[in-house]
């Protein structure tokens, strides 16, 4: 990485004006949020750490002062212990594959503390495609449970089992984390829904060289990224490897975490996490280690948040109705385009709308046509 982390970011924000072209491509391509987030733990997320096909079983006690349970995948068994010392101090330890990682929050000195080794050694350890597979999943399988929303101890455990879930084989997971209340993030809750410039520094180019920059549409929430290449007249899923002048949407670019599963304190989008998430999805994958010098630029923003600290970049989110479909009995006939919209009639029969949906809104066509309609989080 080159420059410090205070001149990249007055660099970021000089990029910013993108965002007037961006928002012109935006009424020319399409925008559109995605019909829901994913929680469930046996799912992939896009070029990173691949997850069995099974959810996992996730069995954990919560008292007022602890947090404790077990997380089985496949042949994986996972353990964790979170514990309230006092209102200053929240202790986790969890334990995989033979690795235990601790992560200690201390309030007082406006800190966390992330550690990895070995059971019974001691000695250093570093995180395998095995113990990202079953973090990830434990990442997925906690956020899925209302009744740990809003408790530190869970969001701890959360918070640090998304980042471990991201390290890679050399990345340590031993490391001192500021939370400081003071810390100046370059926040993109403003540009939410807009397009932004990301970059990264690899073997290949340099930091903000074309071909290591890309637009990404920041918070956008449709699953999977897509591509809008030059001279390109629709998206395309093939990604980007060190394109130059590229477009990209999709799967929250910005947010900082693994998906785009919403949490009670909000989607947190800063600039190093969109940069970070430019270089894992151009050329590299998530636990890449082209991508390390990305990925510790934002891990304070990560943790940045509520409750550990009382202000935060956090951007929240408002409610959209952006997802319409019908149901028929007859059958039905579509036109249109998802990024456009949808026009579907029914051929005949009666209109019904499945469980989560509202309708029938409208009726359109003939014989019963309705249109059924989701609501989903987006921008605030």
């Not at 925008?31 to 996730?58: F, I, K, W």
């Not at 073997?203 to 030059?230: E, F, I, K």
């Not at 005949?348 to 809104?361: F, L, M, V």
Request: with cysteine.
């Amino acid at each position: 990485m080159t420059g410090s982390e205070e001149e990249r970011d007055t660099a970021m924000v000089a990029r910013f004006a993108l965002v007037c072209f961006g928002a012109a491509l935006l009424l020319t391509m399409g925008c559109s949020a995605g019909a829901g987030d994913t929680t469930t733990a046996g799912t992939s997320e896009g070029n990173g750490t691949q997850v069995s096909g099974e959810p996992g079983v996730l069995s954990y006690n919560l008292e007022q002062d602890a947090l404790e349970g077990t997380f089985t995948l496949a042949d994986t068994l996972l353990t964790f212990k979170a514990a309230k010392q006092d209102e200053q101090l929240l202790d986790l330890t969890v334990e995989v594959n033979g690795a235990v990682l601790t992560s200690t929050l201390s309030k007082a000195e406006q800190a966390i503390e992330l550690d990895g080794f070995v059971n019974g050694s001691g000695a250093e350890t570093r995180l395998r495609e095995e113990d990202r597979a079953a973090l990830l999943a434990l990442d997925r399988a906690l956020q899925a449970k209302a009744d740990l929303e809003r408790e530190p101890m869970a969001l701890l455990l959360q918070r640090s089992v998304s980042l471990w879930s991201q390290m890679n084989d050399s990345f340590s997971p031993s490391r001192s984390v500021a939370v400081d209340e003071n810390k100046s993030y370059t926040s993109l809750c403003s540009y939410c829904g807009q397009y932004v410039q990301g970059s990264h520094d690899c073997d290949q180019c340099g930091d903000w060289a074309p071909n290591c920059t890309s637009a990404l549409l920041v918070g956008n929430r449709d699953p999977g990224t897509q591509y809008w290449y030059p001279g390109s007249n629709a998206w395309s899923n093939a990604q980007a490897d060190h394109v130059a002048s590229v477009y990209e949407k999709g799967d929250c670019f910005g947010r900082c975490g693994d998906t785009c599963t919403s949490v009670t304190y909000g989607q947190v989008l800063t600039q190093d996490c969109l940069n970070h998430d430019q270089c894992v999805r151009n050329g590299h994958w998530i636990a890449s280690a082209y991508c390390d010098d990305e990925f510790a630029s934002a891990i304070d923003d990560y943790f940045g948040i509520p409750p550990f600290v009382s202000s935060a970049p956090t951007c929240g989110y408002s409610v959209n109705t952006d997802s319409y479909f019908q149901v028929c009995t007859g059958g039905v006939t579509c036109t249109g385009s998802p990024s456009f919209g949808l026009v579907c009639r029914c051929n005949s029969g009666t209109a019904k709308c499945p469980a989560g949906w509202q309708g029938p809104i409208s009726a359109i066509g003939v014989s019963g046509g309705a249109t059924c309609r989701k609501t989903t989080a987006v921008c605030p």
